[in-house]
C-alpha cells in the first residue's frame, strides 16, 4: 500500500499535462478502472469469471440518468448509482452465484444480453437511442462542465473504491475469502460463511461498476444499451487478467496499460493513408493477443508475478 | 400448409443450426473438457468465407464444403492454442478461447469489412415453407447421425469416448490423449462452421453474430450439461421451435430472450439440486 502514498500526488498532477483529446482517455481509463477493481476482486477472490460487468456498468449509468432527467439532484442521483447495481447484484446473484465455472460465464453473459434487449426495447429508457440531454454534474451549485473536472471525480472515484477493496480484502472477510479462493470446502468447514462472502463480493464489484457508470453518464451526458456491449464486459476481464486477479494494483495497472496500448494504436491507425477498419482491428487484436499470451505465460497477472519474483 | 406448420418447420430449421454448434461444444466438451467460447466464430469465419467462394465463381455445395474443411482445420488450430500448453487449466482454455474469439472479429473485420452478409441458398419454396429449412433439416439430420455412428461403431470414435470417460485411463491403452483432444476441436469445428453454412441464407451474419450463436448452442447443450448428443439435439430444436412460436404469435423482440432465459432456468435449477445432492 506505501506505493499508493507516492502515486496519488503523481497521478493527481497528470491531467494538467494532457491535451483535451488524451484528458477524455484519462477520463475513460479511470471509469474502467473502477470497474476492473471490483470485477478483479470477484475473480480473484470469488475465484468466478464473470462476463456481464458492463451490465451493473450500465445500470448505474442508466440510473443516474433517469433520476438526474427526472429532476433529481444530480449528486443524489450519482449516489444512487452504486446502491441500485449492488442492489440488482444481491438479486441476481442469490440464484446465481450457485453456479461455477463456464457456467457462472455464460450465465452473466445471458444476463448482460437480457439486460441490453429489455433496455433496447423500454420506451422509459429511450429505447434503442437511450437517453439524451443528460445534465453535468454539479456539486453545491459548483457545475462540472469541463473534462478537467471530471478528471478529479473519476480520480476521487478510483481512489475511493482502491481504498474499499484494499481494506475489504485485510479485513476479516478478506481473510475469508482467501480462504474461500484455495479451498472451498476447507473454508466453509471453519466457519466462513461462503455464501454471504461471496454475494458481497458481487455487490460490491456490481456497485463499484455501479459508480462508474453513473460518473459515465454526467461525463458523456448521453446513453445508449449500444454503449455497454458484450465486448465491454470483455474488455474489464482482459483488464484484471493482464493485471493480476485480486490484485488492486494489478487492477489499475491492467486498465491502464490496455487503455493506453489500444490508445496509441487507435491515433497510430487513423492516420491519413490507413484503411477505416484499421482501429477497430488493431484493438480487436490487442485485447485478444494480450489476453492469450497472459494467460498462458504470465498466468498470475503481470503485478503478482513481479511481486513474488525475487 | 397452415400458419402453425410453417412456424414449426422454420423453428426446426433454425433448431438445427443450435443443435450443430451444441453439438461441436458438446464434442470438444466430453473429450477436453473446455468450454469453447469460440464456437461460435467457426460459424462466422465459415459462412464468410462462403460468400469469398461464391463470389470467385465457386459452384454452390463445393463453396460450403471447402467453408466446413477451412472450419475445422481453424478448430484444430483452436484446439492448439487453447490446450497445447502442457499445465493449461479447463478454466484458463476457456479465457483463452474466448481471446481467441475477439481474435477472429480482428481477423474478420480485416478480411470481410464489418457489414452483414448473406450468400443464396436453395431457392422456392414448398407450401409456403422454404426449401432451404428443409435442406438444413435433412443436412443435419444425416451428419448428426453420422456422427453419432463415428463415436459408436469406429475405434477412432471409441478412442474419443475413452478419453472423454477417463483421460488416465485411455492413456495406459496407448490412446493419444493430446491427439484425441486436437481431434475433438476439429470436429467441433466443422460442426460450428456447417451450422454457419446452413443458417447464413436464412439469416444474415456479420463478425459479432458468433456471441448470439455461442450462446443459442450452449443453451441447447446445457440440457444434457454439456455431454449428451441427444439431448443436445432436442434442446436445440426446443429452442428454435419456441423462438419461432414466440417471434410468430407474440413478438419478435422477445425472441431473443428465450434461450437466454431457458439456459438460466436449467443453469440454476440444475445448481438447485446439485446443492440437495451434496447436503444428502
Redesign the interface.
Known sequence: MKWAYLGVPVVAAVPLLLTPGQLTTFVLLGLSAMTVVGLSLLMGYAGQ?S?GQASFTAIGAYTSGLLALHHTPPLLALAAAPIAAGLAAVVVGV??L??R???L???T???Q??LL?VLG?ADWAGGAVGLQGLPYLSIGGFELDDDMDYAYVVLVGVLLVSLIAYHLVHSRVGRGLRALATGEAAAEASGVPVGAYRLLVFAVSAAFAGLAGGIYSFFLGYLAPGSFP??LS?EY??MA?VGGLGSVGGALLGAALVTVVVQLLTTLATQPGMPS?AP???S??V???L??AV??FV?RGIVPSLRKSP | MGELAQYLVTGVGIGCAYALTGSGLVVIYRVTRVVNFAQGSFSVFAALTVTTLLAAGLPHGFAETLAVLLAGVIGLIVGLVATGKPGTTAQSALIVTLGLGVFAYAVEILLWGDQPRSFDGIPGSVGGIQKHYLLIIGVTAVVLGATALLFARTDLGRALTATAADPYAARIVGIDVTRMGLLAFALGGALGGLAGVLITPVQQVSFDSDVALVVSGFSAAILGNLTRPGLTLAGGLLLGVVQTLVGGYLSTSYQSEVALIFMLAVLVARAGRRDVLEAA
Open positions: 469469471v462476463l440464484p446465481i450457485r453456479l465455472g463456464h457456467q460465464a455464460f450465465a453473459l445471458a444476463l444480453l437480457i434487449s426495447d458484450v465486448l470483455i476481464v482482459v487478467v477498419y477497430s482491428v488493431l480487436y487484436a485485447y485478444a493477443l489476453l492469450i494467460v498462458l498466468p
